[in-house]
């Protein structure tokens, strides 16, 4: 048996705290998204997907039959380790903006510029399978690509490339990390922007860079208390964002779909997706999630599925909960921090 970080032993379904109580019929939609994908991905998955798509929508009794045939659970855990991992949570921001640059409408969101670079290192090192580096050329050198504060130094090397413009710095920043969300125009119509590519640099949490700043304490960081010391402190706003050198590029998307496309190509439903790191919970996947909801400490018990990554995203016991759009779900986003159980639904070996 394998003490490694990753799914444990198999266990009874039983051993899933509130599985039998579960509203599984609400996960239905989010099991057929993933079976768009991974319905084609090998014996497992193609002939529990077909069962799926052939029935009706089930109720609650008819989603928990199906999972109890089609799956086992594993609790997943950090090598010898099976305590809780860290569950965070993201959302879809709601931006004011323009498709022209205006005295109002001055930051732009950028799409992907030409001159990024992107080499797939494993097709030189066959041990670095599905790594890469970005980067752009300087001569005939390549030349890491510039950093989030070599951006926004008030020259852009990116003009050119505006793909819209917003009202709010701060907002543009939170649009970078939640990686989608939605533009209104003046006309009121909204557009939809997605996760284009990424210039390469590491993701660096303002909110730690915060604590080392300002002294706050780890348990009192969350995207309000960001927010309110971004608003006091105008002046030094830039630099803590500067802190980040991480840089999003972004590409229009369907509006119409139901949620923003997550990394696995189908889109999130709130409060049923979740960004994971896939060297530990392969895209697709469906995992129970054991934790609690911020400020509330009841339980809270729901059948997600690993739809989604990010670059904070790291470890096998780490999850993002995606919480869709509106006030009400950066609320509960931004202060979403919790410690967690993850049980990863992994296809039977001997479905009945």
């Keep these: 048996m394998s003490f490694g970080p990753g799914p444990g032993r198999a266990l009874a379904w039983s051993s899933l705290p509130g599985w039998d109580e579960a ?29 799926a798509g052939a029935r009706p929508p089930p109720d609650d009794a008819g989603a928990r039959a199906f999972f109890e045939r089609w799956f086992e659970p594993h609790r997943q855990r950090a090598g010898l380790f099976q305590g809780t ?12 903006g323009s498709w022209t640059r205006s005295e109002r409408y001055r930051y732009p969101i950028y799409r992907a510029p030409d001159g990024l670079l992107s080499v797939e290192l494993g097709s030189v090192y066959p041990e670095l399978k599905g ?29 050119g490339n505006e793909l819209l413009w917003v009202d709010d710095p701060v907002e543009l920043f939170l ?56 608003e006091q402190h105008p002046d030094q706003a830039q630099s803590l964002m500067n802190s980040n050198p991480s840089y999003v590029f972004f590409a229009l998307r369907d509006g119409g779909l139901p949620g923003p496309l997550g990394s696995l190509g189908v889109p999130l439903l709130a409060q049923h997706a979740i960004a994971v790191d896939p060297n530990y919970i392969p895209l697709g996947t469906p995992v129970w999630l054991d934790t609690e909801l911020p400020g509330d400490g009841a339980p809270y018990r729901k059948l997600v599925f ?5 670059g904070a995203i790291k470890g096998p016991l780490r999850a993002d909960l995606f919480f869709g759009g509106g006030t009400g779900a950066e609320d509960v986003a931004g202060r979403m921090k919790q410690r967690g159980r993850m049980y990863v639904l992994l296809p039977a070996q001997n479905a009945r």
């Design 23 to 51: 509203r599984l019929a609400d996960a239905w939609p989010a099991l057929l998204n993933t079976c768009a994908k991974l319905g084609v991905a090998g014996a497992a998955w193609r002939t529990l997907c077909a069962d």
């Design 85 to 96: 991992g860290l569950i965070t949570g993201y959302y879809e921001p709601l931006l004011n």
């Design 131 to 159: 790594k890469r580096v970005r980067g752009r050329l300087d001569g005939r050198r390549v030349v890491p690509y510039y950093s989030r504060a070599e951006i926004e130094n008030g020259k852009s090397p990116l003009a």
């Design 175 to 230: 649009l970078h990390v939640q990686g989608s969300g939605r533009v209104r125009l003046a006309s009121g119509e909204q557009v939809a922007v997605g996760y284009a590519q990424q210039n390469g640099h590491p993701y660096i949490s303002i909110g730690r860079t915060l604590i080392e700043r300002a002294g706050f304490a780890l348990d009192e960081i969350d995207l309000p208390k960001i927010r309110a010391w971004l």
């Design 306 to 310: 690993a739809q989604d990554t990010g």
